[in-house]
């Protein structure tokens, strides 16, 4: 199974906020869309939004545990995760997981010709896994039974 199948199965809806709100406004959005992420993204009009970082639930407390400086008065730019690592829709969940096991991330913006088409969490991966040993399982006991 590649992303682009889980992307076809959950939407390729992707929350953004732009670097220059503040971490409160970034807050709000992850609330208000129960994420754990928002992807960072400059908007151009010409050539629609670019990702430029990720803001997640661990950029925040990292934050507020420093108590130096209020989320209402701080830019999402000085908080989010900068080098932010994507794959292609053409990626098989199997290289996806390792990727992000290895860099201990929990989301992973999916791009295609340069464009944001969608976002995969862990718990999407392990879903898409779970699903698919579900339906070998039940193969493997029609196959058992006949």
């Given at each position: 199974m590649r992303l682009a199948d889980i992307l076809k199965n959950k939407g390729s809806v992707?929350?953004?906020?732009?670097p220059d709100a503040t971490v409160d406004q970034a807050?709000?959005?992850l609330v208000r869309h129960n994420v754990?992420?928002?992807v960072v993204c400059q908007r151009d009009l010409e050539h629609g939004e670019k990702p430029c970082g990720?803001?997640?639930?661990?950029?925040?407390?990292?934050f507020v545990a420093r108590k130096d400086r209020s989320p209402s008065d701080t830019k999402v730019s000085e908080v989010m995760t900068k080098n932010v690592f994507t794959c292609d829709p053409?990626?098989?969940?199997?290289?996806?997981?390792d990727i992000m096991?290895?860099?201990?991330?929990?989301?992973?913006?999916?791009?295609?010709?340069?464009?944001l088409v969608g976002i995969v969490s862990i718990g999407d991966?392990?879903?898409?896994?779970?699903?698919?040993l579900e339906m070998e399982n039940k193969f493997m006991r029609r196959y058992i039974h006949s």
């Open positions: 992707v929350y953004t906020v732009d807050i709000e959005e754990g992420a928002l990720i803001i997640t639930e661990r950029d925040i407390l990292r053409s990626r098989l969940v199997e290289e996806a997981m096991t290895q860099l201990r991330i929990r989301h992973l913006p999916v791009i295609s010709e340069g464009k991966l392990v879903k898409a896994e779970l699903d698919r």
